[in-house]
């Protein structure tokens, strides 16, 4: 749904996450992004609309491509954006020093509100994806839902090291 030129993906899903940053072939030190999987006509439809629509090959003959969308994370700027991770525990507002930990939780479900930056280079123009608002709910185990009203120490309150004692 494309609302005041930002999209809303409800039950995103996410492919690619580097929130991290972490630099890889395709991906410069420091940038933060993932991909997110769309409908053939919604792709379709933004493609039109100049946003730059990738395809995953086709592993078996009979299968359709799958469309997708780089998204940028991006905390500098006018205004950050807002990440929510979401467990048993509640809300937890993710910043720069902790966006890493969301390539390794399990999602239950994502929604998330993208807006556009229009750019143009030497003649070639498009549309990038950045985060606006992104909510990830994480799948917990059964130990950490257990174990979620249990008060969290810091080894140093918790003595857990060892120390000379007098």
């Known amino acids: 749904m494309v609302t ?15 929130f991290a940053g972490v630099e890889k072939t395709f991906n410069k030190a420091g940038e933060r992004n993932f991909g997110v999987l769309l409908d053939s006509d919604i792709a379709e439809r933004m493609a039109a609309d100049g946003w ?4 995953f ?6 299968d359709e491509p799958q469309a997708w969308l780089q998204v940028k994370l991006h905390y500098g700027g006018r205004k950050p954006p807002t990440v929510v991770m979401i467990s048993s525990r509640g809300r937890t507002h993710v910043g720069e020093d902790t966006a890493q930990i969301l390539d390794w939780v399990d999602i239950a479900t994502c929604d998330l509100i993208i807006r556009p930056y229009v750019w ?3 003649g070639n123009s498009g549309v990038k994806a950045y985060v606006k608002s992104i909510f990830i709910t994480i799948e917990e185990d059964e130990l950490e ?3 979620a009203d ?8 918790g003595r857990f090291g060892y120390e000379d004692e007098e």
Request: proline share 3%.
């Open 4 to 18: 005041e030129n930002t999209v809303t993906i409800e039950d995103a899903k996410l492919v690619l996450r580097n």
């Open 52 to 55: 730059v629509i990738k395809w």
């Open 57 to 62: 090959k086709v592993k078996e003959e009979g």
């Open 120 to 122: 143009s280079v030497n």
């Open 145 to 147: 839902r257990k174990y």
């Open 150 to 157: 249990v008060e969290e120490a810091s080894p140093n309150n």
